[in-house]
């Protein structure tokens, strides 16, 4: 099991930016995928999770207070895909991105992840 996240970059402040995390191994479509970040010197920290739904539709989603408005999370089950739009980039977004995934619940705690993905790096410039 794999997954492989993509798409970061760096971009000015107020920029977007579209990470990709694609698993492969399994399907997760009945699983919570999520985005984590990490600063340096910093612990890893909630960014946004999807859940599922059996009708494919209207998944719940949860954010971090401080991208809400600003990043959006879909998925795409038939490519095993999760997406991260982020939009209005500010210098504090600057992280190593991570993609997770596990059952049930959109926990907003790393532990409680079973699967991870490598890490994209997004640096957003002042």
């Known amino acids: 099991v794999q997954l492989q996240a993509s798409g970061g970059g760096l971009v000015q402040a107020g920029g977007s930016l579209r990470l990709s995390c694609t698993a492969s191994g399994r399907t997760f479509s009945r699983y919570v995928r999520s985005w984590f970040r990490q600063a340096p010197g910093k612990e890893r920290e909630f960014v946004a999770g999807?859940?599922?739904?059996?009708?494919?539709?209207?998944?719940?989603?949860k954010y971090t207070e401080s991208v809400k408005g600003r990043f959006t999370i879909s998925r795409d089950n038939a490519k095993n895909t999760v997406y991260l739009q982020m939009n209005s980039l500010k210098p504090e977004d600057t992280a190593v991105y991570y993609c997770?995934?596990?059952?049930?619940?959109?926990?907003?705690?790393?532990?409680?992840?079973?699967?991870w993905g490598q890490g994209t790096l997004v640096t957003v410039s002042s």
């Open positions: 999807i859940g599922w739904s059996s009708s494919g539709s209207g998944e719940p989603t």
């Open positions: 997770a995934a596990d059952q049930v619940y959109i926990h907003t705690a790393p532990h409680e992840y079973n699967y």
